[in-house]
């Protein structure tokens, strides 16, 4: 089966840099996407992962080391919008979920 | 080009009742999958289907609930007899491969609330 771990809450002020780390055991592997979602309304694609290394798009960037079965996703110049909970997924055909971590950005 | 539609929004349900939710895909997506939602929790897998075929069910209750992709109209998840445990967010999600990978998307959900 599947798992995923990532911290139930980080909180950051406005302008910072925050890291959400991801570990992941699995018995099927594609890659690693991460999604934001606002008071629970529809999760929104932010960034997918098949290779090893970094991709970046925009203040958001995503690392993969998929022989560490580990990824982060890296929110840059945090903006109050960016409060929100992001999800890991790991990609098997269809995607399974980590429980999601709560960002608060502050003033 | 409308993104996945879900319908109701919102539903409201005594217990013991049937409750049916459905999903319409982005155009061209013929895979679509079904997720739960618990408050202060994550997106669990319950099924993934193809039209008219159900191609991963494994996170689905062995018991009263049900899904189909049918050839023509919305898929549909149904779930009889209804419990309070049922109540939750259930977000379907549209690709147009059957790799969920990038080009997923999910709709607004529907809110059940058994009472």
Same mark, same amino acid.
Do not use: H
């Given at each position: 089966g599947q798992s995923l771990e990532q911290p139930s809450e980080v909180t950051a002020v406005e302008g910072a840099i925050v890291q959400i780390n991801c570990t992941y055991q699995t018995s099927g592997f594609y890659g690693l996407s991460w999604y934001q979602q606002h008071d629970g309304g529809a999760p929104t694609f932010l960034s997918y992962n098949a290779l090893d290394g970094l991709e970046e798009t925009g203040r958001f960037s995503s690392f993969l080391s998929r022989s560490d079965s580990y990824g982060y996703l890296l929110l840059q110049e945090l903006q109050m919008k960016?409060?929100?909970?992001?999800?890991?997924a790991v990609i098997d055909g269809k995607s399974t979920f980590g429980d999601g971590?709560?960002?608060?950005?502050?003033? | 080009n409308a993104g996945v539609m879900q319908n109701p929004r919102h539903l409201v349900r005594r217990r013991g009742q049937e409750a049916r939710l459905r999903c319409s895909p982005m155009k061209g997506h013929s895979h679509v $999958?079904? $997720?739960? =939602? *618990?408050? /202060? /929790? +994550?997106? &669990?897998?319950?099924? $993934?289907? =193809? &039209?008219?075929?159900i191609i991963d069910e494994s996170g689905m209750p062995k018991e009263r609930f049900s899904a189909e992709f049918p050839k /023509? +109209?919305?898929?549909? *998840?149904?779930i009889q007899q209804v419990v309070r445990g049922d109540s939750a967010a259930y977000f379907c999600a549209s690709s147009g491969q059957g790799v969920f990978g990038t080009e997923a998307f999910f709709g607004q959900g529907t809110r059940l609330t058994v009472v």
């Open positions: 960016d409060s929100a909970s992001y999800f890991c971590t709560t960002l608060t950005v502050k003033p | $999958y079904w $997720y739960r =939602q *618990l408050p /202060e /929790e +994550g997106l &669990k897998f319950m099924v $993934y289907l =193809q &039209k008219e075929n /023509e +109209g919305p898929s549909i *998840l149904r």
